[in-house]
């Protein structure tokens, strides 16, 4: 007897949203897609996909498409603000030999646009969701009035999630004291920058980024704020931002040269405290709604797309939605949580603003044995949530 496959309702058409779209595709389901804004553009950033977030594209079929969009990079370096490297990754001779992949950095805009590309689902654009009611059978209610009551709810709409209230009520974010400053700049890169990630840990600042093309760098920085101000309200003309990297190891001066104030956006950095459920009934969470993070360890992007592919398979293989959720929640939480505290520890050393303690994280940052950074490399990757290790563990603990 052919399965019935439930009307599934994707609140949220970002990355994780289409990859969850995708994914259920790929398993008989057309779920539809409900986005907040009007059209897609290609606005935002660069992402830098790590090497569990293209094992997930593999398993989809379309990480062929990201790379050749994107840039894969040869390596990745932590250097002082100085220029003194701290750390340097050879992506090829650990992530690419072993797992097959290294990293891949990409607009934001071009991975979306792939992901929209490859789905035959319709995407609702200018569907603000303004509530979720009735979890065991919801009515999904959006700003302008209307409704839908499909048989699952997922809410993959950002860290700001109203689908989240469903679940887990009256969430509040947990702010720190920084901001984080974002512009993809026109450079003309040097050709030792155009495989290359950078990061520099500095007195109170954090920046870096990498290349998007020949021509293109992706750049990201931190500076401190107060707690009760808000980022929008206080964004900082480039010229401060060029004076304050000045002295910092290229890229980073040509790349903040070539800025104007209108290309950087500024946000909060914020992060979903660790929930105690992400579902309840027939609605899920996934992506920020269920776990947003600070930006420090690069796995935002990542861990929702591993979301995407383990609830569409989770969703596919039962009737019930209960036992699918708990599957999902089951391999997915721990290892969220688990890079979420991790991001967090990041945040911590890289906004340091002591100078003295600056240096000495710096110092032994320089002294931690290159092992131990292969071995965190390594779990990181072979820990990807893919259906295959999702099964044997279910399978092995049963």
Aim: charged fraction near 25%.
């Amino acid at each position: 007897m052919t399965r019935e496959m439930p009307e599934v309702a994707i609140v949220g058409g970002g990355i994780c949203g289409l990859v969850t779209a995708l994914a259920l595709e790929q398993r008989g389901t057309t779920p539809t897609i409900y986005e907040a804004a009007s059209e897609y553009r290609p606005v935002g950033a660069g992402l830098l996909l790590q090497t569990n977030a293209l094992l997930v594209l593999d398993h989809l079929g379309i990480v062929d498409r990201i790379r050749d969009v994107g840039i894969p990079l040869g390596d990745s370096v932590i250097r002082s603000p100085g220029g003194r490297v701290l750390k340097r990754f050879d992506l090829d001779r650990l992530e690419r030999d072993e797992f097959g992949h290294g990293f891949v950095a990409i607009h934001r805009g071009d991975l979306q646009a792939i992901l929209l590309d490859e789905l035959d689902t319709d995407v609702e654009t200018g569907a603000k969701c303004r509530a979720v009611t009735d979890v065991n059978e919801p009515t999904v209610q959006f700003a302008d009035g209307t409704c839908v009551r499909p048989d699952v709810v997922v809410g993959a709409d950002g860290i700001n999630s109203a689908v989240r209230d469903a679940v887990v009520p009256d969430v509040e974010l947990r702010a720190l004291d920084s901001v984080a400053y974002r512009a993809v700049a026109t450079v003309d890169l040097p050709e030792e920058h155009r495989m290359r990630g950078i990061e520099v840990w500095g007195k109170g600042a954090y920046t870096g980024g990498a290349p998007l093309g020949e021509d293109r760098f992706y750049w990201f920085g931190t500076a401190p704020t107060s707690p009760t101000s808000l980022p929008a309200d206080h964004p900082r003309p480039v010229s401060e931002l060029r004076e304050q990297f000045a002295s910092y190891p290229e890229p980073i001066p040509s790349v903040l040269e070539s800025l104007d104030d209108d290309d950087v956006f500024v946000t909060a950095l914020e992060e979903v405290p660790t929930l105690d459920r992400w579902s309840r009934g027939a609605v899920c969470l996934a992506g920020d709604a269920a776990h947003g993070m600070l930006p420090f360890a690069g796995q935002g992007a990542a861990q929702a797309i591993e979301d995407g592919l383990l609830l569409a398979h989770s969703i596919s293989a039962t009737d019930d939605r209960s036992d699918a959720f708990e599957a999902y929640e089951r391999e997915r939480k721990p290892r969220a949580d688990r890079i979420r505290s991790e991001s967090q520890l990041l945040g911590r050393l890289g906004s340091i603003r002591s100078g003295i303690g600056a240096g000495t994280r710096n110092l032994l940052v320089g002294l931690v044995p290159d092992v131990l950074f292969q071995r965190a490399r390594r779990q990181r990757a072979s820990g990807t949530s893919l259906p295959e290790t999702a099964l044997g563990a279910s399978d092995h603990s049963g």
